[in-house]
């Protein structure tokens, strides 16, 4: 019960926090709907000759979803950084407060704004021309929310290691690149030569975007399902691990 407790404390807190600067969150927004507006149309050709099933949107959305998840929890470290350096993660280190409590509320805090987001985009793309399955839509969410509470904690982990955004700022963008390049979240990974295709196999974002791709699309037959779903639950499972085990060594 304390665990929950705290975790709930801390996740009001973070909460609240963000809302009072919703530039972030609304900023956070604003670049998936420039992808929406201004990339979207120009995929249609790129679909239909790599025979993606759907219209461009039904095929582009689940991917931007993907994209918004990764690119929020890839940086979701520099707010923990600046926490280290104003003093209030060590403040939170004489309290008694779990130390599980304090990463756990933070994260749950990331998946709540990066769901909000999610939401709001399918919204805004409907009146584009993209058809939802509501059960897929929902499925698909919960992808997205794997995908962010990994690359949070990553993320997370990253900040407590470096502890300056100057350090933080390269790594972050040296990773994020190349998974977003091999992923197929902006132009069908069918177009490419075999062996960028082969390395694309590798990238666990191929299998999340491909999962998404299936589930929004009702296409509950392709195996990429249970491939994406199982490959980003062990990820955030492992970066889960990971991340507690950084975050009980800064603040023991």
Same mark, same amino acid.
């Given at each position: ?13 973070? &909460?609240? /926090?963000?809302?009072?600067?919703? *530039?972030?969150?609304?900023?956070? =927004?604003?670049?998936?709907? #420039?992808? $929406? !507006? ?100 929902? &499925?698909? /969410?919960?992808?997205?929310?794997? *995908?962010?509470?990994?690359?949070? =904690?990553?993320?997370?982990? #990253?900040? $407590? !290691? ?91």
């Amino acid at each position: 019960m304390k665990l929950i407790r705290d975790t709930w404390l801390m996740y009001r807190r973070s &909460l609240i /926090l963000t809302l009072r600067q919703p *530039v972030w969150v609304i900023m956070g =927004l604003f670049q998936p709907i #420039l992808y $929406l !507006v201004l990339f979207a149309p120009l995929l249609y050709g790129a679909t239909s000759s790599a025979g993606a099933p759907g219209n461009a949107f039904n095929w582009f959305i689940p991917g931007l979803l993907i994209l918004t998840g990764f690119f929020a929890a890839a940086f979701a470290g520099f707010g923990l950084v600046a926490e280290i350096r104003y003093g209030v993660v060590e403040r939170m280190r004489v309290t008694p407060m779990s130390r599980f409590a304090m990463l756990a509320g933070r994260s749950l805090r990331d998946v709540t704004i990066l769901l909000a987001q999610s939401t709001l985009l399918i919204l805004v793309a409907i009146p584009f021309g993209l058809e939802i399955d509501p059960l897929g839509a929902a &499925l698909t /969410l919960g992808i997205v929310a794997l *995908v962010g509470l990994t690359f949070s =904690l990553l993320s997370y982990t #990253l900040g $407590l !290691v470096t502890k300056s955004e100057e350090a933080l700022a390269p790594v972050a963008q040296a990773v994020s690149l190349p998974l977003l390049l091999l992923s197929g979240i902006m132009l069908p990974m069918a177009l490419a030569p075999d062996w960028l295709q082969t390395l694309s196999t590798l990238n666990p974002l191929t299998h999340a975007v491909d999962a998404a791709r299936a589930l929004f699309n009702g296409l509950w037959g392709d195996p990429q399902i249970v491939v994406g779903s199982v490959v980003m639950a062990t990820l955030a499972v492992i970066s889960l691990v990971i991340a507690s085990r950084a975050f009980a060594r800064t603040t023991a």
